[in-house]
């Protein structure tokens, strides 16, 4: 790897000033896929895209059985890992969630989620539309849908 | 008249010659067992990526030995393409795992939506600014579970990727900006790999401490104030 000479390093001023000096890089979990005891969790209220989460941002989970010490009900955390807004053209919303969390127990797995495709639509009909005097233009501003989370639906996450 | 339409099918012949010629002088001569070497190396790299984070789809690398600086993912064949062009400028493991993280992502997204996501390359056809983004901050989540160090996304960035003026004409946001995206979410999500940085004098790096001082003002501020939302960087 190409070194500078220590005089002339460029100091990351702001990492410096506003973070923890002492952080160190943890080793990662040697895993194979899907291991561990299946827990599953669903949201504790509706979520959408719609409410503007952001990356860093917890969700509530709740058990659906009961497991180990915690029984059915108890809260599960779940952080916003990735989220990316609908846009124009019917172009939806993608989420992910994930670093779930009972207690102090950390649990593996990802909950992925994308609205309404509406581009599927909404291509052939702009294109159709614009033919009676542009009017497909008008169709343009249209957005996808939203990445929504219900309360009905269970996701599996795993205890290792 | 004909001398005009013999002009135009001169132009439109050059035109089309001038690929052909130029894509078969692009390929390098290499022998067949460095070829092999290369392509194992990226295969391994691509499939522990893979493994470590559990990823429940398939996708395959492939190494091509033509001189292009760049990598695609197939969004039909879903492999993904790595060229000789592209492999030669990185300098370690990490960086190779930057660009292959990158990739999955898109390959990944393939697989969504209806009909086993093949209408997904729409989506990247009318909003490929935000699946770029999309596939970068994923590629951090991806690198980090496969024992890579994230920062080598905005090492690879800084030497391999050319800034252009604007990126309102372009399928691929601004380089800069791709790179304090990548930062903040570092910063955001893994901040120990900025503290025990082990590119902190690597020279693309210094680099791109260099070259974004006032976009990482920009984030500083946000940091401050507490304050939600995108930041717009140069």
């Given at each position: 790897m190409l070194m500078l000479p220590s005089y002339a390093i460029i100091e990351d001023d702001f990492v410096n000033a506003t973070l923890d000096k002492n952080l160190k890089i943890k080793k990662q979990k040697e895993t194979t896929p899907n291991s561990g005891i299946p827990i599953q969790i669903r949201i504790k209220e509706d979520f959408t895209t719609k409410s503007k989460p952001e990356e860093g941002d917890f969700i509530e989970f709740e058990t659906v059985e009961d497991f180990k010490s915690f029984s059915a009900g108890t809260t599960v955390k779940g952080r916003i890992e990735f989220i990316s807004m609908n846009c124009i053209w019917g172009v939806p919303a993608d989420i992910v969630i994930g670093n779930f969390q009972i207690g102090n127990i950390a649990l593996y797995g990802e909950i992925h989620k994308g609205g309404a495709n509406r581009i599927i639509w909404l291509r052939p009909a702009t294109i159709v539309g614009?033919?009676?005097?542009?009017?497909?233009?008008?169709?343009?501003?249209i957005r996808g849908g939203h990445a929504k989370i219900k309360t009905d639906k269970i996701y599996t996450v795993y205890y290792r | 008249m004909m001398k005009r339409l013999l002009a135009v099918v001169f132009v439109l012949g050059m035109m089309l010659a001038y690929p052909l010629s130029s894509s078969a002088s692009d390929v390098l001569l290499i022998s067949t067992s460095e070829q092999k070497k290369v392509q194992n190396h990226i295969s391994t790299v691509g499939f522990k990526i893979l493994n470590a984070n559990e990823l429940p789809n398939r996708t395959v690398f492939i190494y091509d030995s033509?001189?292009?600086?760049n990598a695609y993912s197939a969004f039909f064949g879903r492999n993904i393409v790595l060229y000789r062009g592209m492999y030669i400028m990185l300098d370690d493991e990490d960086m190779l795992a930057a660009v292959l993280c990158h990739e999955i992502s898109h390959s990944m997204d393939s697989?969504?939506?209806?009909f086993r996501g093949t209408f997904g390359f729409l989506n990247y056809t009318y909003a490929p600014k935000k699946y770029e983004y999309k596939a970068d901050k994923r590629a951090v989540d991806f690198m980090v579970k496969a024992?890579?160090?994230?920062v080598a996304a905005i090492v690879m960035m800084n030497k391999v990727m050319g800034q252009n003026?604007?990126?309102?004409?372009?399928?691929?946001?601004l380089t800069s900006r791709r790179m304090m995206s990548v930062y903040e979410y570092i910063y955001k999500k893994y901040p120990e790999y900025l503290v025990d940085?082990?590119?902190?004098?690597?020279i693309y790096y210094q680099n791109f401490l260099l070259t974004s001082k006032e976009n990482r003002a920009k984030f500083q501020k946000k940091i401050e104030k507490n304050s939600r939302g995108n930041v717009d960087y140069l």
């Open positions: 614009t033919f009676f005097f542009g009017a497909g233009l008008a169709l343009i501003p | 033509s001189k292009t600086i697989y969504e939506g209806p024992g890579y160090h994230p003026r604007y990126d309102w004409n372009s399928s691929h946001p940085n082990k590119y902190k004098t690597n």
